[in-house]
């Protein structure tokens, strides 16, 4: 019983871990891969930690057509791969700065 109750409080002090201040803990997201012709590369605000980084995946992977999905938490940025005919760079950005992390498209192409 002791031995229950102690791998319990390990695995709550480990989930607290991955929480911070901007954005509290997140669960990874499922990556789907769509037919992502398109690529984008999107300036984001606020990012400070990994967890940060997942909540901003979560939510574009929550957008159809979204392909790969690349955060950088220390340079402030995302590029995303997308299919055009699914979803826009623009809502790509609205669904980041939905997440609480401002989002603004500094490059889109091909
Ligand atoms: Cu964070």
């Known amino acids: 019983m002791n031995r229950l109750v ?3 409080l390990v695995l709550g002090a480990l989930y607290v ?3 911070c201040a901007a954005c509290g ?3 990874p997201s499922a990556e789907v891969l769509a037919a992502a012709t398109q690529t984008a590369n999107f300036k984001v605000e ?3 930690c990994a967890s940060c980084q997942v909540t901003v995946r979560t939510a574009v992977g929550k957008l159809d ?3 790969t999905v690349e955060v950088d938490v220390d340079a402030g940025t995302a590029t995303v791969a997308f299919d055009p005919d699914r979803t826009t760079a623009s809502a790509i950005a609205e669904a980041i700065t939905g997440s609480g992390y401002k989002a603004i498209v500094t490059t889109e192409g091909a």
């Open 6 to 8: 102690s791998s319990t």
């Open 17 to 19: 871990s991955t929480v």
């Open 25 to 27: 803990a997140s669960e």
């Open 46 to 48: 606020g990012m400070t």
């Open 65 to 67: 057509g979204i392909g």
